[in-house]
């Protein structure tokens, strides 16, 4: 057996509740492709969709020091991963789902 999933990146093991999602890289047909991510839920009020946000740092040169920022943004959430508020998430940028949707949940690390 292989550590690489269906959606072909190493150690992303396919959820095992199925569903009938067609955005979902694992049951669907939503092709993922580009960077993956890390970052924690902070919302999940909306329909199949979470607001995820990054933590990181970005160096000042005038000050000589690193600071730390975050961003958010909005998730495809597949209805097979279930998530709370608090969950870290990794999730992979797809195609446009909706305006302002262009990533996918594609595991649960916490």
Known sequence: ??????????????????????????????KVRGRIFKGTVVKNRMTNAI????????????YQRYERRNSKTSVHLPPCIEVVPGTVVRFMQCRKISKTISSVVIQKLE
Request: proline share 10%; charged share 25%.
């Open 1 to 30: 057996m292989s550590l690489t999933s269906k959606i072909g990146i190493p150690g992303v093991t396919e959820p095992s509740k199925k569903c009938d999602d067609p955005n979902c890289p694992f049951h669907g047909s939503l």
């Open 51 to 62: 607001t995820v946000q990054i933590d990181f740092n970005r160096f000042n040169k005038k």
